[in-house]
């Protein structure tokens, strides 16, 4: 592993689930790479835990939600000078043998972002029909927007290099879910971006952050809403070059 890499780990009442992260990052990773926790106000006991697990903890003093979270960790890594940044989501679906998948592809590609991707080699999408539309409608509007091809634009599992940090922590309005649209905006402001396969777990308790129809519905409006304002800010600009 590196030294230079900083794994951030969003997370909000996940008392059931952050010690057994933890304990498996520290398992493969050793003491080599940092990790630090972004506590999101969490009211189910999940801070007390984060002081016994004796790991560096950002805890918010209000609920800031999930790009909150993030940003925040994009912030103290690009503070403290950070080269590689890895989103680890505390939920325990991300499996920490697979950081090493991300790091190679960087090695190999030299991409500014890398995806851990449960989709890139079958092409096939989630399991449940909601968001198995969500998925489809997403790959097909970056598709169109950005002429490339992405099968989990859903994925938390990413790892980003200085440059995509840096862009990450000006963006003043932070999209309140960075998942197709932040995608978009940065392949359209020349970053690369670079999806490759890995294994992932179910949720094994707690609930998701989409979990609900109206959780859903709220993220696919959103989403939506968010693609059709970064559309507006960048094709104008573009098509004016263009005729010039």
Known sequence: ???????????????????????????????????????????????KLLVALDVITI????????????????????????????????????????????????????????IGSRFAESGRSHDSFLKRIATSLFCKLIKIITGETIYDPTSG????NRSALERYTKIHNFPYYPDANIIIEMILNGF???????????????????????????????LFYSIFIIVLKYFPSKLHHKVR
């Open 59 to 114: 805890t918010l003093p209000f609920n800031l939600g999930y790009s909150g979270a993030l940003q925040t960790g994009y912030k103290y890594a690009f503070a403290h000078g950070y080269e590689q940044v890895l989103q680890f989501d505390a939920d325990g679906q991300h499996l920490a043998s697979e950081i090493q998948t991300l790091l190679n592809v960087r090695k190999q590609y030299n991409a500014d972002i890398i």
């Open 192 to 222: 690369s971006v670079k999806e490759v396969q890995v294994a992932m777990r179910d949720r094994q308790r707690g609930n998701s952050m989409h979990s609900g129809l109206l959780r859903q519905s709220k993220y696919m409006a959103t």
């Open 1 to 47: 592993m590196h030294n230079d890499l900083l794994i951030i780990i969003p997370c909000f009442n996940e008392v059931h689930n952050i010690q057994g992260v933890i304990a498996d990052l520290r398992l493969v990773i050793g003491k080599d790479v940092d990790i630090v926790v972004i506590d999101d106000c969490s009211t189910d006991g999940t801070s």
């Open 157 to 160: 599992f990413q790892l980003l």
